[in-house]
């Protein structure tokens, strides 16, 4: 499965545990996201959570070849105090705690087995005030800053905005606090808070918008108006409590007991793609060919291991569709090509009228000079000169030498833009650029 592929994943992030104050480097963020996804619907219930190494790499997106690294981030965690506020609507205090991340844990055998302290684990663990972070954005989110912003912010989509929040308490959140850095606010600004917006807007399923106040001259509060992103906001957007309502899930379950990587391979790839994946494991394993279900499963969704008939379906389908798809070409072509004769209609009976009108003003003995020096510019065959002389200038064989000549004489001719805008195409040009592209992939087709 390629790590780019859109992935659609939420963890339950209560906004106590979004507000925290402390130092932590990108990738003991997203790791944090992460076992806190993995641990959710246990967290008050079990002591302990187990994921394995590599799914906890592939989705924080940490290099899992670097074990060092990992463990690094993970003692990290261990090992960091961190204070909390959780903020009212409006960015005001209400509570205050203080803990470390992970009371403990181990990887052995390629398991990474975690704890939460207690309390901190009821302060995570709080439905009515979490927000619902998408691990496949912070995945994608390269800087710290950024996700910090992403988590904060999103939050508060479905209001709108943020709460005003003084640049203190941004700071902290930010994990500014000990920074001597970015003290004034335009250095904060240009440094900090431009980039992040830029990057979360690029990447993520939201579009932010600071907004600020002031106190006197100087800066003293800023929000962030969200709006969702048209080009990303169908990434994610199933729950996890959907995707635990699936029967495909539960034939999963039965097979490996791994209720992350199920929920993260049904978002992944899609139900209708993991039943095939199934159908074909229970097959194999009825047949007595399969020595690790848990394994086999695994890789067969990974590389689409489906049974012939499947595959065969498949084929059927995806000629269907692309025999529609040529169907669907070829009717818009062939509307296409209808309209830009309609405009080309127009036009030429446009023109014809303006050339006339320009030519009835003439009095006669300049209409015979003019109709004369039309004739000399251009090399016209017997055919055109036969034509003209008896539809005169609304000759069709002549027209457009015609609109070329009498618009060398400044006359009020139409355009063609205002023509096909009145029918309808607002870029004529590019509506025949279209059409030529369209046209030339039926002809590779």
């Known amino acids: 499965m390629s790590s780019t592929t859109p992935e659609k994943h939420f963890v339950n992030k209560n906004v106590a545990a979004i507000h925290i104050k402390a130092k932590l480097t990108l990738a003991q963020r997203k790791m944090n996201n992460v076992l806190l996804y993995n641990a959710y619907d246990s967290l008050l219930t079990a002591d302990e959570h187990q994921i394995p190494v590599p799914l906890l790499c592939e989705l924080s997106g ?34 205050w705690g ?11 055998n390629g398991i990474c087995t975690y704890r939460y302290d207690k309390g901190l684990a009821r302060q995570l663990f709080h439905p009515d005030i979490y927000s619902r972070i998408n691990l496949g954005v912070i995945k994608k989110i390269r800087t710290s800053h950024a996700l910090v912003l992403y988590e904060n912010c999103y939050r508060f989509v479905n209001r709108g905005r943020t709460g005003w929040w003084d640049l203190e308490t941004f700071r902290d959140i930010m994990g500014l606090a000990e920074s001597g850095s970015y003290k004034q606010f335009k250095d904060l600004n240009k440094h900090v808070i431009k980039p992040a917006i830029v990057e979360v807007n690029q990447v993520s399923n939201i579009i932010l ?12 509060g800023l929000r962030f108006l969200i709006r969702t992103n ?3 906001s169908f990434e994610g957007m199933r729950e996890a ?3 635990d309502k699936s029967p495909v899930l539960k034939r999963f379950l039965k097979i490996h007991d791994n209720k992350t990587l199920a929920r993260k391979m049904i978002m992944e790839v899609g139900e209708e793609q993991l039943a095939k994946n199934l159908d074909y494991v229970e097959q194999q394993m009825s047949k007595g060919k399969v020595k690790s279900a848990p394994a086999f499963l695994k890789a067969a969704v990974q590389n689409n291991y489906i049974s012939e008939d499947a595959r065969q379906a498949e084929r059927r ?9 040529m169907r669907l070409l070829e009717d818009a072509k062939t509307e296409r090509e209808k309209k830009a004769r309609e405009v080309d209609r127009a036009y030429s009976t446009a023109c014809i009228e303006a050339i006339q009108m320009a030519f009835d003003q003439l009095d006669p003995d300049t209409q015979k000079q ?19 002389r008896r539809s005169g200038w609304a000759s069709r064989m002549t027209l457009s030498p015609a609109i070329k000549f009498w618009m060398s004489r400044k006359a009020p001719l139409p355009r063609m833009s205002d023509i ?17 592209r369209i046209g030339q992939e039926l002809e590779k087709a």
């Open 317 to 325: 389908a995806g000629l269907d569709k692309q025999a529609q798809q």
């Open 241 to 243: 409590s959907e995707v």
């Open 370 to 388: 003019v109709e004369g020096e039309f004739l000399e510019s251009e090399s016209f065959g017997s055919f055109q000169i036969t034509d003209f």
């Open 62 to 95: 940490v290099d899992g070849k670097n074990l060092a690294n990992l463990k690094r981030a993970l003692s990290g965690l261990t090992s960091t105090s961190i204070t909390w506020n959780v903020l009212g609507e409006n960015g005001d205090d209400e509570t």
């Open 209 to 220: 918008e600071m907004e600020y106040k002031r106190t006197g001259r100087s800066v003293s």
């Open 230 to 232: 048209p080009q990303l």
């Open 420 to 436: 096909s805008k009145k029918l309808g195409v607002e870029d004529f040009e590019a509506f025949k650029v279209e059409t030529d």
């Open 98 to 108: 203080f803990a470390s991340f992970l009371s403990g844990g181990q990887i052995k």
